[in-house]
């Protein structure tokens, strides 16, 4: 109970789309905030964008107009929509849920 899993990563072109999942195995998923956060080779991991259980929602600004956070409760799944993507969006990405679990991260990477 309580797990995480995403997918939806993959290889995709400057200016593609890709829309990542967040899979939780636990009930009371809608309950909780969710976040995705991002780690590119050699570098920290960095916030993407925050949805509440309530839905409201926040971006980091390098994504902001580009990528949208959202939530289907009713299957305990989240997602991150990412259009007009740019190299430097290339990472690792995780998805945080429920007390603070952690999936085991989906590649991302935007190249020609």
């Known amino acids: 109970q309580g797990q995480i899993v995403e997918s939806g990563g993959g290889l995709v072109q400057p200016g593609g789309s890709l829309r990542l999942s967040c899979v939780v195995s636990r009930s009371d998923f809608h309950r909780y905030a969710m976040r995705w956060y991002r780690q590119a080779a050699g570098k920290e991991r960095e916030w993407v964008a925050f949805?509440?259980?309530?839905?409201?929602?926040a971006y980091d600004d390098s994504v902001k107009g580009r990528f949208t956070i959202s939530r289907d409760n009713t299957k305990n799944i989240g997602y991150l929509q990412m259009n007009s993507l740019k190299p430097e969006d290339t990472a690792v990405y995780y998805c945080q849920a429920l007390d603070g679990r952690w999936g085991q991260g989906t590649q991302v990477t935007v190249s020609s």
């Open positions: 949805i509440a259980s309530t839905g409201n929602t």
